[in-house]
Structures are given as structure tokens and as C-alpha cells.
């Protein structure tokens, strides 16, 4: 990757700290907003509607705090977005949006104005959306390499047009296809890994470093377009490492007396049930429709009033009075203990595979998130192998850790990276970067004031000594808008097993 090699030695850069977890719609969600996630509201792909009683599909209208593109229209300065994550359905900007990740297949709502899905739809490179990966299913085999291909040079196409017939101050662009690769191939990627020197690994490996060639020519190509005076920035969402594990914290939970299995459930781990569990039951439940009835169902499958605790997704939560359908555990000193003595439990956990203790870290949500959303936040949120081993949420797995160092596949870690580069701009490096430190950084790069609501610091190391003696940091006015749950549906019922789909088969959601 020669250009990325040049631009990262006239760069500042540095590792950016992701959210905790390092998961990606809270991640993006933080860099688009500048604030934690107890100020946005976005912890996961799904997210509770108080008005539906329903947990949903996270989308751009739940998003709770605003965005560093409606910050930048505020001030007349025009944005050009193209396939970033959570940004369906499009909003209304002074500029463009062309949706990314969370964007229905067959949509024909993925732009504003809409007419720009029409000129989209008529380059001679096709434009793809994204590339969903099955990590379990695609690391045996080359076969997304060309969707991934595909979609890297439709990205450059819009780019391209867009620059030349919709100008904007303001453009960001999101490459998905170094996530999709490193989910699927890390074990050919990572020297560490046993599978890296393997003629197999020689083979994989030969065709997926042209992909990173051909995006190192995008970002070529792009930097060679740009005028002396524009400031570039590359920023990740996370980081990856390899993934050793999944810890199966509900049968965890249900080993030491916090989650309970009512009869329904139990019946579940009955001799006659073991087939069921290990292949068509499983593959089904996987399903779009077979995890809109796996969400429903857990209801009759969880005793509740026996359940003080309950993994979703990547977080520990409290079953919880007031807040909880079923709420069992008080709030005060109840919840104090019982998250407490949960937390201390689990970090005397021992790896049966390694005899090692499993939890490099383990936080309480106070700790990690603050604003008017903490209260839907996950009560603990630890970190496994240092982000080597999955919280696995499912309830039809018998084991508590389940052994994936024979096959690893790519996992996120919380140190991601960041460039920037431009007149201003310093060269070295940069220290203690968080990912809510991009946006008011970014809009103090564009002279403009730091709005009060961030949670994030200007990084004014990364500039030159004498910009920054000329332009001290400045305050804006505190944000005061809040998210109102969608009282209408924004994904149809067809639209939202599919994407649930994808992302159960990308390991997100279990």
C-alpha cells in the first residue's frame, strides 16, 4: 500500500480508542456525534421503542444527539456522505447521503435527494450498498473477494461522480471491505496465527492483498484530486485481533443462579431436543423468521421471575424494576449488590480451555456512560482475552466457552487508527485519542467552534504550533435536541429479517 505509506509518513497518527464494547453502532455512532453512548442512545443494532414496547432495528432517526454533519449545514457548510453506517433512512442534509451498512437490499430510499439514486443506478460500475460475510461459512473459500471488488470499485465510481456534478466543503466515504476482510480472513492475515504459514494461507493471501492494493489506488486517486488546502482524515470504527472464543454468557449466568429456564426452556435440553439443538433448530433460529420468533419466544423459554440477569448482544444487564418488561431486581441497594456480586464472580472465571482467567477487564455502566440514555445501557460490560472471546447471548448452547482457536476468524479490539494530514497539520504521532475526540477535532480543523454537549476533546496536538496560537479553542452552544422513539415503522417486517439475518450470520447478533 505505497499511498497509504506515504500519506502515513507526512501524517500525525496514533491509535484512536473505540467505544467499550468496540462494537459498530455505538463506535460510528460516537465518532458521528462526538458524545458517549449514554448521550446517543446507540449501544447495539437493536435499540428499545418505549412507544412499540419492541425491541428494533437501530436506525438514523433513534440517533439521540446531533451529527457532525448537521453541525457542519448549521454553519452553511454543504456534506457529501457516502455509505455510512446507521445513516438509513436518509435525512434531509445540504448536501447528499448515500446510505451504508443497516440499508435494506432492494431499497430505493438509500439517498437524498432521492434522485440521486436514479444517477447512482445509471454509472456503468454498479453500486453495492454492502457485502454481507458469513465468517463460519466464507473463510473456506475466495468467494466474497469479487462482491467485495465489486463494491470497492462502485464506491470509487460514486465518488468520482459525485465530486465532479454534486461538490460539497464537506465529504466522507466509508470502505467496509478491510472489516469483511479481517472477519473472514484473519487467520491468513495475522502471523501469529497457525494458519498464516500454510500454503493456503499463502494462496488466500495473495488475492486478498490485491484488494488492499486496490484500495491504497482509491485513496490515491483521491488525494491526488484534493487541493493543497484540504484536510484529510482517516479514522476506523475499532480495530481487529483474532478470535479465540465465545463465551456463552446466559448459560454462564444460569450456572451460577442469575438466569432460569422455564419449563418451555428446559424442555429444550430434554435427550430428544439434542439433534434439534445441534443442527436444523439452530440453522433455523439463525434465520430471519426464526429469529423473530427466537425473540418472541424467549419470553416463554426464560423464567423471568427467577432471572435477576440476562446477556444481550455484547453487554450484562440487570433484569431490572421500571426499566425491564419483566423486572425482577429492585433499584438501590438490590441492584447494587446483585451487579456487584455478578461482576466479582465472573472475574474468578477460569477458561476450561486454557486454565486461564478469562476477563481482561470488567466495567460498570456508570463507568463507561452518562447522559439521558445510560439508563438503557448494559449494567456491566466486560472484556474477554482482551477482545480475543465473544459474549455469545444465545440460550441453546450447552457449553459455557466454545473453542475457536483451530479457526479463528477476526474479532474487534478496541485500538483502532487514526491520520490526519493537511496545511495545518503536524507530523508524529498522537497520544490518548478517542474516537469522540474525531468530531470536534474535525470541525476545529474547519475553524468552527466545539459544541459544549461533546464528550470529545479537540486533539490540537496533531496541529502546527502556530494554527493553533491563532485559532484557540472555542465553545458552541449546548446541544438540546433528543431522540423521540419512531412511532412508524422504518423497516418492514421482510426488510428487518433480512438484515437480522445478515448480521446474525456476521456473528453480531446470536
Known sequence: MPNFAELLAKSCCGILKSTQPPYTPPAWSSFYTGVNPGKHGIYGFTFFNPVTKRRELSNSRVMGSKKIWQILNDHGISTGLINLPLTYPPEKVDGYMITGMMTPERSRNFTYPESLEGEIGSLETEYIVDVPVVPVNDSGNMHVLKPLRKSMEGRRAAYQHMLKHHPCDFVMMVFVTPDRLQHVYWKYLDEKCSLYDTRTGELFRKEILQLYGMLDGIIGDI???LGNETNVFIISDHGFTELRSEFIMNNWLKSEGFFNLASAGKQMWMPGYKRLRSGRMVKFLSSGL??????????????????????????LFINLVDRDKHGLIAQGAEYENTVREIAD????????????????????????YHGDFAWVAPDLV???DDYRCYVHDGILRKTLVEDRSEDPHGAHHADGIFMAY????????????????????????MG?????????????????????????????????????AADDDVYSQEEADAIEEQLRGMGYLS
Open 448 to 484: 468552527l467552534p466545539v459544541p459544549q454537549h461533546m464528550d470529545g476533546k479537540v486533539l490540537a496536538g496533531i496541529f502546527r504550533h502556530d494554527f493553533v496560537s491563532k485559532n484557540p479553542v472555542s465553545g458552541d452552544a449546548e446541544d438540546t435536541s433528543m431522540r423521540s
Open 223 to 225: 488525494i491526488a484530486g
Open 422 to 445: 493537511g496545511p495545518n497539520i503536524g507530523i508524529g504521532g498522537v497520544e490518548n485519542a478517542r474516537i469522540i475526540d474525531a468530531a470536534p477535532t474535525i470541525l476545529y480543523s
Open 382 to 384: 466486560p472484556v474477554l
Open 290 to 315: 426464526g429469529g423473530r420468533l427466537r425473540e418472541r419466544g424467549m419470553n416463554n423459554l426464560v423464567d423471568w421471575g427467577r432471572s435477576a440477569a440476562y446477556s444481550r448482544e455484547q453487554g
Open 345 to 368: 464472580k465472573l472475574k474468578r472465571f477460569i477458561n476450561p480451555h486454557d486454565g486461564i482467567e478469562l476477563v481482561s477487564s470488567i466495567s460498570f455502566k456508570d463507568e463507561l
